[in-house]
């Protein structure tokens, strides 16, 4: 029996890699996500016939998980995708401080190896969960979206870590008599998890959720050498890797280091240099004069951002290029990396809407051409389209890579209002003269253009 069950999880790691691999290209995230889910299915499956498992309490707890996943995967509208990841990774990082719990409540007299992956896996799913929870309510709105900052930030988070890490030498010295020092260990990764993530704007949450979900990994990784299972060794590793990999795609998108993001505080000031007061007058445009200039126009480019997300505007949008390819206009959707809330969030609601994979273009694919475009049509994006990341060097967000919305012959800017973004700068952009604001809710400008269209 261990034979075949090291053969299934051989094949549940071969599945997993081809998996992972499918998930980097849109047109092929679908298959890779259900490869992946096999694979799972796979190692949990050869996991149950380990001997000395309880079948009821698994059952129990599989029926009860099962059903969350489905109401969840039903219910949890697309838009409020980015807080579910931060549950999903923080359910992750609780399930392994548990583990770890629980087989050191078992075997308090663990050898030196496995007392230090208790430890591990303790910490880091604590951090997890923690920080996950505080991700989850800046996302949702809960807490407040900007970082929050207090006198002596660093100097706390930086003696907590310092009591977390001789808590775990003096716990892994003597992990026997080591019950209080765990459990104060506990605390500390727990408290340690909401300070990291409090001082991060919700600018950065892309990078936040991202690496929170390598943390995730790296939990479960620890938590499989608590127990000696290797296929979550290997899976821990995975995502853990994985996770590291796209925070630092992510910190590269916006031309920052991932300590500046951990540490420098940003959107905690709203006033920068350019400010959130206005730089000029703005050019307001109702929904007839827009059609007119989209009903000519050769080449249309949308650029969606959180904006379209909160508006649930992904359908309408769909449409709307639908009726521009019929009326002869080329159409393409340019995704920034960070737009959003998550990493891909943009690609999973237009994805949602069905727009065709071969229409969305990178960041440095659209750039180069987009002064060739007629209209850039910007959904709810602020500052991934701030010209100010060009030029302004005091601004919170110069380096940034930017899409160069402002060099198509006619820009159309979708929002409610002047307010700024979570950046807390105003957008130049804004105030171009090629640019014409589309004010109102998101979703009903752009059915009010196809119902120009339409009639």
Known sequence: ??????????????????????????????????????????????????????????????????????????????????????????????ASLFVGWSVYHFTPEADLLTSITIFLS????????????????????????????????????????????????????????????????????????????????????????????????????????????????????????????LTQIMCKAMNRSLSNVLFSGFGAVTKKAGGSEQQGEVKPIVVEDAYLILEAAQSVVFIPGYGMAVAQAQHAVRELAELLEENGAEVNFAIHPVAGRMPGHMNVLLAEASVPYDQLVEMDAINPVIETYDVAVVIGANDVVNPAARHDEASPIYGMPIINADKAKTVFVLKRSMNAGFAGIQNELFFYDNTRMLFGDAKSSIQGLVAEFKG
């Open 1 to 94: 029996m261990e034979f075949w069950i090291n053969i299934a999880y051989i094949v549940a790691t071969a599945l997993f890699i081809f998996g992972l691999k499918m998930l980097s290209s849109p047109a092929t995230a679908r298959k890779g996500n259900f490869i992946s889910s096999l694979g799972m299915l796979i190692a949990v499956v050869a996991a149950l016939l380990t001997q000395g498992l309880s079948f009821k309490l698994i059952i129990i707890a599989a029926l009860v998980g099962g059903t969350l996943g489905i109401l969840a995967a039903r219910l949890v509208a697309m838009t409020a995708m980015p807080e579910m990841v931060a549950l999903l990774n923080g359910s992750g990082g609780i």
């Open 122 to 245: 303790v910490l880091i799913g604590g951090v997890t969960f923690t920080g996950s929870i505080m991700a989850w309510g800046k996302l949702s709105e809960k807490l407040p979206s900007k970082a929050i900052l207090y006198t002596g930030q660093q100097i706390v988070n930086s003696l907590i870590l310092i009591g977390i890490i001789v808590c775990g030498v003096l716990f892994c010295m003597n992990p026997a008599d080591g019950y209080t020092i765990f459990i104060v260990s506990v605390v500390l990764a727990l408290i340690l998890g909401i300070l990291v993530v409090i001082p991060i704007g919700g600018a950065d949450m892309p990078v936040v959720i991202s690496l929170l979900n390598s943390y995730s990994g790296l939990a479960a990784c620890a938590a499989g050498f608590v127990i000696q299972n290797n296929i979550l060794i290997v899976a821990g590793s995975l995502v853990g890797a994985s996770g590291i990999i």
